[in-house]
Structure formats: C-alpha cells, structure tokens
C-alpha cells in the first residue's frame, strides 16, 4: 500500500521549534518529488518547500525561508521538516506530498496539526 504518513505536529510557543516526519511506504523516495504544503485555519493550501528526486537543492516558500529546513533521508525513506521561530501564522496543517517522476502520480498524506500560539 502507498502513503505518507506525517507526525510531530503540536502546540508550540511563539519562538519555538518542531520536527516533522514524513515517512512513504511503497514507493521509493528516489522517483519522487517531495514536498511539504500547508493550510492554515480558512485558507487555501500553500506550497512550503520541496525537494527534487535527482537533487539535494530544497526551494522554500518565502515566509520560510531562513527558519524552515527540509531534509531528506533515503535509508528511512522520509522527509523532515525542521521549523524553527515559529510564529502564529505558522499554524497549520501541514501536509506531505509526492510526486512520481514521468507519470505524475501525486499521493498525499493525511496531514498533522502545528498550532503555535501563547
């Protein structure tokens, strides 16, 4: 079975840092494109960064830029996205996305809440 499955999300005070995870399961991370999107609360959902299957460079949205570091670990076959000075538009949802090489397939995972607030 294919999917993504993302963990880490939580409440956190301005100021503060999370890690989340992104783990895939049948598919090879190596054939993809992966990224992180996210919805905040009444929004649309909103490109945060990627990561191309055949490079290392990462693009990142630019209210990001600078705090958000995403990463990637082919032996776990997941993705990371270390957030650091968060602030409360940072709350969202953030979601997982994959991309498959050619085809096109896009597979989503199920998401996980970040809530930053005092």
């Known amino acids: 079975q294919v999917q993504l499955v993302e963990s880490g999300g939580g409440y956190v005070q301005p100021g503060g840092s999370l890690k989340l995870s992104c783990v895939a399961s049948?598919?090879?991370?190596?054939?993809?494109?992966m990224s992180w999107f996210r919805q905040p609360p009444g929004k649309e959902r909103e490109l945060v960064a990627f990561i191309r299957s055949s490079s290392t460079a990462r693009t990142y949205a630019d209210s990001v830029k600078g705090r958000f570091t995403l990463s990637r670990d082919f032996g776990k076959n997941a993705i990371f996205l270390q957030m650091n000075s968060l602030t409360p538009g940072d709350t969202a949802v953030y979601y997982c996305n994959a991309v498959e090489n050619g085809s096109g397939m896009e597979i989503w995972g199920t998401g996980t809440l970040v809530t930053v607030s005092w």
């Open positions: 049948g598919l090879d991370l190596s054939n993809y494109r």
